[in-house]
């Protein structure tokens, strides 16, 4: 009978703890810039290079479909003869 009794109070502290808190599950939430608030110099240098880094990246594959798209118009030039040139030209460019 002892066990059914410990069991009985847990749950009534539980109880109290879930009706006592009164929040809306905000307890573990912080600001977006609280997550750095440790993070010395050197953290945030490599953050910044990160995030430079991650933008290039991602403009790169639409920069390469352009390009590729502008190689790929100039094989169906109607002159065959100039199509290394102009290949060559617009790759210089």
Do not use: Q, W
């Not at 009794?5 to 573990?28: L, M, P, V």
């Amino acid at each position: 009978m002892a066990s059914t009794a410990g069991r009985g109070e847990d749950d009534e502290r539980e109880k109290k703890k879930k009706e006592g808190s009164g929040n809306d599950g905000d307890a573990g939430k912080l600001p977006f810039l609280g997550m750095f608030r440790y993070a010395d110099g050197v953290d945030k240098a490599l953050m910044a290079v990160g995030t430079v880094a991650a933008m290039a990246n991602g403009m790169s594959e639409p920069l390469m479909t352009v390009v590729f798209s502008a190689v790929i118009d100039c094989f169906g030039g109607d002159d065959v003869s100039t199509v290394l040139h102009r290949v060559s030209k617009l790759i210089l460019n």
